[in-house]
Antibody, heavy 120, light 106 residues
């Protein structure tokens, strides 16, 4: 059974940093692209970043480019998102998401999410 | 960035009725359009990928159609548990973008 367990969310001041982690199990982690998708309170979904399975190539949404860094440790089956220069508008539930074997752009499993609140 | 516009914003129907949800793209996304269902307090659930392919375990009452810029998600006979917000997603061009969602009330 695929499981994705996010951690690391919490309250941080504007301009601060936070690192999210996602522990994955139930599938061959290194073989799949992984993503972070966020949802501001009461709002829609925004794809934040994606990282490929083996070569680690990455892409970022324009709103986080230069501030967020996605990475993975295939030996630990763990996905990360380092968030710097956080803004109030980054407040959201951050979901860890697994791509299907069909394509990186098709998410077939999601974690339960971790809430990041940016406020003074 | 490709903008996806979903309509209507809210749809109120009765059990057994047919629901038709629309997603329009600001430019062609070919068939690279995905549909998700999200219930309150839950993560999204994959329904349809690449416009018309049902994901594993999705009931046959869910179907998708369209290509280019105009797409439709149809739920043929509504069940009470279909109450949710439905999002479309384009995976044609990065950044992948979601529509703003259609809230379906049963």
């Amino acid at each position: 059974e695929v499981q994705l367990l996010e951690s690391g969310g919490g309250l941080v001041q504007p301009g601060g940093s936070l690192r999210l982690s996602c522990a994955a199990s139930g599938f061959p982690f290194s073989g799949y692209a992984m993503s972070w998708v966020r949802q501001a309170p009461g709002k829609g979904l925004e794809w934040v970043s994606v990282i490929s399975g083996r070569d680690g190539s990455t892409s970022y949404g324009d709103s986080v480019k230069g501030r967020f860094t996605i990475s993975r440790d295939n030996s630990k089956n763990t996905l990360y998102l380092k968030m710097d220069s956080l803004r109030v508008e980054d407040t959201a539930v951050f979901y860890c998401a697994k791509a299907s074997m069909l394509a990186a752009g098709i998410i077939d499993y999601w974690g339960l999410g971790t809430l990041v609140t940016v406020s003074s | 960035e490709i903008v996806l516009t979903q309509s209507p914003a809210t749809l109120s129907l009765s059990p057994g009725e047919r629901a038709t949800l629309s997603c329009r793209a600001s430019q062609s996304v070919s068939s690279y359009l995905v549909w998700y269902q999200q219930k309150p307090g839950q993560a999204p659930r994959l329904l349809i990928y690449d416009a018309s392919n049902r994901a594993t375990g999705i009931p046959a009452r869910f179907s998708g159609s369209g290509s280019g810029t105009d797409f439709t998600l149809t739920i043929s006979s509504l069940e009470p548990e279909d109450s949710a917000v439905y999002y479309c997603l384009q995976r044609s061009n990065w950044p992948y973008t979601f529509g703003q969602g259609t809230k379906l009330e049963i």
